[in-house]
């Protein structure tokens, strides 16, 4: 099967294209996407050469291109939908529907959506994205009491990326705290995380695929052994169980779809909307 190749097309950044396209894929498991971002399309002579590429890739690969489009500018659209490609605008489908229901008439005007009214939305996302760093495997245990939320789990079980996961798109303080030998061999978590209770979070995944991520990590030594995992998860679970901590397996599941899980649980209030 040739790889079909998916644009993501903007005036802007081209973030609003990926993120709607990239949850639109997520719903089709037996295709591979070579996908491309070409952000600040601002001009017609960019159309032309953006509409070259999509039809080029679409000769190269014999399968129609895919095309996720946020450009304002209609002249600047027409030309894009003249490419030889599958054209997904959010305009198209949206803008239209809402003036008929509001009865209004939009004013469409490129970086609208990205003005000063969202500097306090960019930098809760900054600040947030700092506090998960700093806080990433245990790195600053005094801080838990700023945390949203606190993610447990032994090595490789996803809580990094999703701790900036939910910085990044929700403004979330979130912090994560390994758990290693020390809480394995005891079955006791220590005092500060105890502090934190309500805020703690499970993340378990399954055996054969954390063997899988660690061998990428460090193929030689117990790391990445059968046993080694198995024992890691198995004691991970009674410390969940113990202390009655919610938890999600992380092994099927987009780093989105485990993020969902955690707000809809725990009830965290995002600080940013998407």
């Known amino acids: 099967m040739s790889d079909r190749t998916v644009f993501f097309l ?23 996407f070579n996908k491309i971002t070409l952000p600040f399309i601002d001009s017609e002579d960019k159309a032309e050469q953006v509409v070259s590429r999509i039809n080029h890739a679409g000769e190269k690969s014999g399968a129609r291109p895919i095309v996720f489009s946020t450009i304002v500018r209609s002249s600047i659209r027409s030309i894009i939908r003249g490419s030889d490609g599958l054209h997904l605008d959010i305009f198209d489908a949206f803008v239209e529907p809402l003036e008929k229901e509001l009865k ?18 960019y930098m809760n996302r900054i600040e947030a994205t700092n506090f998960a760093m700093a806080n990433d495997d245990g790195g600053r245990i005094r801080n838990y009491d700023r945390a949203d939320v606190i993610l447990l789990g032994v090595s490789r079980s996803g809580k990094t990326p999703t701790c900036l996961y939910l910085a990044l798109h929700y403004g979330i303080y979130a912090a994560n705290f390994p758990l290693t030998d020390d809480e394995l061999e005891s079955g006791n978590l220590p005092p500060v995380i105890l502090e934190q209770r309500h805020k703690l979070f499970g993340l378990t995944i399954a055996p054969e695929r954390l063997r899988e991520i660690r061998k990428e990590r460090r ?3 117990k790391y990445a052994s059968s046993q080694q995992v198995r024992y890691e998860l198995r004691e991970a679970k ?15 599941f987009s780093i989105e779809e485990i993020a969902s899980r955690i707000l809809d649980h725990t009830g965290v209030e995002r600080r940013v909307r998407n």
Not at 17 to 24: D, N
């Open 10 to 32: 903007s005036d802007q950044s081209g973030v609003t294209a990926e993120t709607l396209g990239h949850s639109l894929l997520t719903q089709f498991k037996g295709e591979d």
């Open 104 to 121: 209004l008439t939009s004013s469409p005007k490129p970086g609208k959506a990205h003005r000063m009214r969202d500097i306090e939305a």
């Open 238 to 252: 009674r410390i969940f169980d113990r202390y009655k901590i919610p938890s999600v397996d992380t092994t099927k």
């Open 219 to 221: 193929s030689v030594g």
